[in-house]
């Protein structure tokens, strides 16, 4: 039924595959402290599907990034999410780059 997620750390970049939704962030949560430790940029680009505990879970993790003196980017937001974002009114808290076509 749901996929799994996955994440693989580059550098500074933590990258986020598969799906962000309330059945599978709960490992992802649990591992939070260390997986965001020296992170600056979440990679969501390879993630299929986000729902609002997947979102929820973005904004917690900059504001946490945000207290530790960090400012965290989220980069290769889809449309879908971008949607989502403003559905929940959170272009302030996420801001979102529009990619060209």
């Not at 970049?13 to 992802?28: A, F, K, M, N, S």
Request: proline letters at 2%.
């Amino acid at each position: 039924m749901a996929d799994e997620l996955h994440w693989q750390s580059q550098r500074e970049t933590l990258i986020l595959q598969g799906e962000l939704d309330r059945e599978t962030l709960l490992p992802l949560w649990q591992q939070r402290g260390v997986l965001l430790a020296d992170k600056t940029c979440i990679d969501v680009s390879q993630l299929q599907r986000v729902d609002s505990s997947g979102l929820a879970l973005l904004v917690h993790f900059r504001e946490l990034r945000s207290k530790q003196g960090v400012s965290l980017t989220i980069t290769g937001v889809s449309d879908r999410l971008s949607t989502l974002i403003e559905l929940y009114n959170l272009r302030d808290v996420i801001p979102v780059e529009v990619a060209s076509a």
